[in-house]
């Protein structure tokens, strides 16, 4: 059966709608991940890295991310992309863009059912598909949760328009299964309950009919989606009640998540006044970028007193007047006060009323709202043009103009998402006193090793303001690693001053302070960082080693144990617990340890080596050479392991371990790379030229370690090399 033309070109828009929106996107598959949240929600995320399991989907439902966001949605979506892909970014960009892609057809096919206005409802579709505010949303792969929960809220609403054809408990169960999801993904969609009763006003017209002569578009309301049926506001909130509960615990799970990660900005910090004002500003440079989407940032620093007093007077008078006109319109056209509440509205959980985190605005925080905007636009510019009477071609040709320039400003903005510093540099070129961005571009400098050019960047954020406990943490580590500690302990203190629950600065002036051995003081940090943050990662094992440093070995041993039961799975914690036990003598807990250390990170030459000791010294030999040639395949030129298996094969007592020619080469390769000048290595040689029969070699050999022991304070090992000298002149090898 041929399709009807109306049906073929609705088809061919679909297919037009996919292709542009790909188009528009399609550099993300060369795009790397962004050091910003993309190293928290996947790259360095062990809960989202690891197989999806039934333990990982119930962390996922139970516990609270560090960004400060109940989503177990969003994460399992990103753990089913590296059990797919891995960590390839390509991938990863490419779901982001399918959802988005999906949501650009779910908005066409929603407006079309709603309003039966096709090419409206298409322009509209293409506006949200290619418009520039919303490449965050989808190039950005922490980002995920903007494109999954859209999706979310556009089946939410297809479920309600089908539900008001006929409303049952079969199909409101959808709607709020829907929502439930949605708000799983991201807890903006708390607004969703208040934007269906727009569209019951228009374009679903299920409140009590007005007047037919007040009515516009009348015959869309006529179609098999919108029965009309006149029904009272009262019945229309009522039937949302449920939507409205589920809303209302989302809003007191995201607060609570956001306060346990102190994300939310306290009263005394910025206060009630600046947030309004902020507010308002940020409500009108929406629509300004709506309209001319340049200069967009990843981050746009908030000003805070520091925003001149005329902005938010002007702002604050223009949204009035706006409203004000828009609304006088009802009684004449409804659709500019349902797309500019849906605008207004669905803003208000990210206006800055409750400031989370130190941005003013966001473009990915536009992803929803524009499309109330775009909808007032088109409907509006649709009318005016009727009006106006422009032949239908010219519409049409200047309607393709707005979407290629959309298109063309999509594409360039993508390209700054290709990596970390093509990101932030962008942004320092587009923003001003953007500290964030210097702060972000130093961490992204110092990841890659190169501390120079993150340490200046840290300078001039701090330049641009002093108070910011993060940079003064980041600075702290920097020059930590640098080796300046003495200006890292200040800058970490500062930190601590700031934000007096700070753990990781806390944690870090502990670890300098550790280093410097000032014990006593390093321990005490550690100490209040646990009353801050028992769980903190990393933590109990840097305690414990601080303990260990004291010999206090059974405290140390407790908060390596208490370490493991919060990150069982960490390698260094079983080393460090296998080094304690070694040092008690409890070989078989050593061994233990260290042997789950290396399952859990087979390419650890220390471990290996370690591991091996303790084999040896439990006469498991044979295990113990198979560890010590481990450690050498892993670090070929580590003299420790070469001169640990040189002295098995060279001096054990029974023959099958012995291997003279293979100790000889071992032990002169150790030798040379410690320029002959380590005793105990020279002394493993003398031995390996003993077992050999070199007795010559051995002798003169053995002279040289006993004239590098003569002045050291180790009396015992001088007078060990000493007797084994004495062997080798009497012409006999050296058996342990």
Partial sequence: MKQS???????????????????????????????????????????VKAAITLESVELAFTTIHPSGNWHPLT??????????????????????????????????????????????????????????????????????????SGFLWMLTMIAYVRYTQRQTVGRYLPVFLFLCLGLMAKPMLVTLPFVLLLLDYWPLRRFQPAPQEHREDSSYCEGPAHPCPGTSAGRLLTEKIPLFMLVLASVIVTFIAQQSQGNVVHMEMLPAHLRIANALVSYVKYIIKMFYPNNLAVFYPHLGNRLPIWQPTISLLALLGVSAFLLYMVRHRRYPAVGWLWFLGTLVPVIGLVQVGSQAIADRYTYLPSIGFFIVIVWGATELFGKWRFPKIAVGVLAAFVLGVLLSCTRTQVGYWKNSFTLYEHALQVTENNYNMHDNLGTAFRLRGNLEEAINHYRRALQITDNSAKVHNNLGVALSVQGNLDEAINHFRRAIQLKKNHSDARCNLAKVLHQQDRLDEAIGHYRQVLKIDPDHTGLRRYLGDALRAQGKLDEAISHYQQALLIKSDDPTTHHRLGDVFQSQGKLDESITHYTKAVQLNPNSAVTYYYLARALDSKDRTQEAITHFREALRIKPDWEKPMNSLAWILATHSQDRFRNSAEAIQLAQRACELTDYQDPGLVDTLAAAYAAAGRFDDAVATAEMAVQLTASGDNKQRHQDIQNRLQLYKAHQPYRR
């Fill in 75 to 148: 994460l399992l979506s990103h753990m089913l992309d590296c059990q797919l892909f891995g960590l390839n970014p390509t991938w990863h960009h490419v779901t982001s863009l399918l959802f988005h892609m999906a949501n650009t057809l779910l908005l066409f096919g929603i407006l079309k059912r709603m309003t039966a206005a096709i090419w409206r409802s298409a322009f509209v579709a293409a506006l949200f598909a290619l418009h520039p505010l919303h490449v965050e949303s989808v190039a950005w792969v922490a980002e995920r949760k903007d494109v999954l």
């Fill in 5 to 47: 033309p109306n049906k073929l070109y609705v088809t061919l828009l679909y297919v037009m709608l996919a292709l542009v929106t790909f188009v528009a996107f399609e550099q993300v598959r060369r795009n790397d991940f962004i050091d910003l949240d993309d190293i928290i929600y996947v790259t360095e995320n062990p809960q």
